[in-house]
């Protein structure tokens, strides 16, 4: 008896502890030749980052995003300065280790009005090879910079 439950605790920790790789994104409608554009967002402490952007698929070269615009807000007298950054990751679906970054400069400003921004992800899939791309913020304060991601796309 004592055997079998050691083997069903070793199952159970087996299963609890095994990494599932799972992706959750929005499905994004991008045939050839056409974009989509999209709005995404994420919140961390005293802070908002909202981006917009176009994700697209050329009949040659494959898929791509551009990311056209951001907004950063601060909530509830937040201080700061304005050197937060804005982040896009963007590859082939499930992009899951967050890698093949585009990174802004340091030195988003975080006013709450819109500013340009133009971080380019291209070539990243041909066919109907799925692409995931998301974002990071860095909001910039006074100690530890609190940070997010926002949810994905996919398409």
Not at 128 to 152: H, L, M, Q
Request: proline share 3%.
């Amino acid at each position: 008896m004592f055997l079998v439950s050691i083997k069903k605790a070793l199952a159970v920790g087996f299963l609890v502890c095994t990494f599932v790789e799972v992706s959750v994104a929005r499905d994004i409608p991008v045939g050839i030749g056409k974009n989509h554009d999209f709005t995404l967002t994420c919140k961390a402490g005293n802070f908002i980052g909202v981006i917009e952007g176009t994700a697209g698929r050329h009949f040659q070269t494959g898929k791509w995003v551009h990311t056209k615009r951001y907004k950063i807000t601060r909530l509830n007298g937040q201080s700061g300065g304005n050197k937060a950054n804005v982040n896009l990751s963007a590859g082939k679906a499930p992009n899951l280790d967050r890698g093949n970054m585009v990174y802004s400069p340091d030195r988003m400003i975080q006013d709450g009005k819109w500013h340009d921004l133009n971080l380019v992800r291209q070539n990243l899939a041909v066919g109907n090879a799925r692409v995931e791309a998301f974002y990071e913020f860095i909001f910039d304060k006074s100690g530890p910079d609190p940070r997010c991601w926002t949810e994905a796309i996919r398409f």
